[in-house]
């Protein structure tokens, strides 16, 4: 099995496996591409975006933006993706439709054990240009209508529900349910909406 299979099943993996290394190198390189078109074009600035990760229609990513491999993210229709963005997509990060994701948020599907003895891989069984520590991912989802603020940070294997609506600067560690207002670090749901 190769190091990408393990990684896209949640296994633990090695990050500096060849492939993995080339696949990110290219997300960077598509990165670029398209940060450098100009943002009075909108239909080569969504090609370019088209290349570094699967969007619908009418999606809009402000630079700069980074993403580990692009491959791994689905962006709904009419979803909005302010400055500074990081998306660490060793897992699938799916965005619904018409989502804010502010300024500054991370989706971050990666972590490492949380015990040196599982996170560190010993130098003695560690091959030739292999990472020192072993990493693992979770998948990321985001609900149609979600509004993610500024800051914000999404953990590995989070659910935010549908128009759930995470407070700038909150560290979300659990799943959010769907119509609320969830703030806080650790991020906690106070306030459900209720239809009109």
Sequence with gaps: MSE???????????????EL???ARGARAAVARFAAVPEDDPAA???????????E?????EPPFFCEYGRHTRLGRDTFVNANCVFLDAAPIRVGASVLIAPGVQLLTISHPVLPEER??????RRRGQAPYRTWARPISIGDGAWIGAGAIILPGVTIG???????????????????LAIGQPCRV???FTSR
Excluded: H, Q
């Design 57 to 61: 229609d009418d999606v809009w990513v």
């Design 190 to 192: 106070r306030r459900i």
């Design 21 to 23: 290394l080339a696949l």
């Design 120 to 125: 560190i891989v010993p130098p003695e069984e």
């Design 162 to 180: 549908t128009n759930a609506v995470v407070g700038a600067g909150s560290v979300v560690t659990k799943d959010i349910p769907d119509n609320c």
């Design 4 to 18: 990408r299979e393990r990684m896209l099943r949640g296994e633990l993996y090695d990050p500096r496996d060849p």
């Design 45 to 55: 600035r969504y090609e370019a975006l088209c290349e570094v990760l699967d969007a």
